[in-house]
T-cell receptor
Framework: GDSVTQMEGPVTLSEEAFLTINCTYT??????LFWYVQYPGEGLQLLLK?????DKGSNKGFEATYRKETTSFHLEKGSVQVSDSAVYFC????????????FGQGTTLQVKP | GAGVSQSPSNKVTEKGKDVELRCDPI?????LYWYRQSLGQGLEFLIY????????KSGLPSDRFSAERTGGSVSTLTIQRTQQEDSAVYLC???????????????FGAGTRLSVL
């Protein structure tokens, strides 16, 4: 069945450092891929998405490219801020019939000033 | 409302009691989902409602769990005879189509934190 694997955290970075959070998936066909973020005390928010191979999702300085050949959707940001401290979830979904999302385990990011 | 609303935000109950958790989705969203977020298990899908179709209950962990969606809007997740392992944050999400026609953009509520003593 479908699955998502994320790099384990926590990840601790200094402000303005480069961020990469790895995400790989196992799925048949062409799922949609998502990154959700959960800030402390808040619910999950969609950060970015990509619906087909080679699509690049981007938002708030974060980017992720849907790589079919490596079944990956790594999250990157060139310069993190303290306000980016949160838990990041990679997820896989289908646009047809049952729309449930399959989530990775989540990666906690802590950015220090 | 503007977003997905869940109530209560926190619920403490005793083992063996029944609990009901409520979700009010975004107006106009036809799909509604329940997930559970617990330590060590991550985010698990529980149940999915789409319009008038039969719900996908494949993620419900036991027959103590049930959910209904009345009038295609508000949903209630019921846990009977709660156990300590039911302690988790229960998240509700709803979805519609975005401007690009992507159907699976799910918007989440803040969750209900359930603690079973």
């Amino acid at each position: 069945g479908d699955s998502v694997t994320q790099m384990e955290g926590p990840v601790t970075l200094s402000e303005e450092a480069f961020l990469t959070i790895n995400c790989t998936y196992t799925a048949t066909g062409y799922p949609s891929l998502f990154w959700y973020v959960q800030y402390p005390g808040e619910g999950l928010q969609l950060l970015l998405k990509a619906t087909k191979a080679d699509d690049k999702g981007s938002n708030k300085g974060f980017e992720a490219t849907y790589r079919k050949e490596t079944t990956s959707f790594h999250l990157e940001k060139g310069s993190v801020q303290v306000s980016d401290s949160a838990v990041y979830f990679c997820a896989l979904g289908r646009s047809s019939n049952t729309g449930k999302l399959i989530f990775g385990q989540g990666t906690t990011l802590q950015v220090k000033p | 409302g503007a977003g997905v609303s869940q109530s209560p935000s926190n619920k403490v109950t005793e083992k063996g009691k029944d609990v009901e958790l409520r979700c009010d989705p975004i107006s106009g969203h036809t799909a509604l989902y329940w997930y559970r977020q617990s330590l060590g298990q991550g985010l698990e899908f529980l149940i999915y409602f789409q319009g008038n179709s039969a719900p996908d209950k494949s993620g419900l962990p036991s027959d103590r769990f049930s959910a209904e969606r009345t009038g295609g809007s508000v949903s209630t997740l019921t846990i009977q005879r709660t156990q300590q392992e039911d302690s988790a944050v229960y998240l509700c999400a709803s979805s519609g189509e975005d401007r690009e026609g992507t159907k699976n953009i799910q918007y989440f509520g803040a969750g209900t934190r359930l603690s079973v003593l």
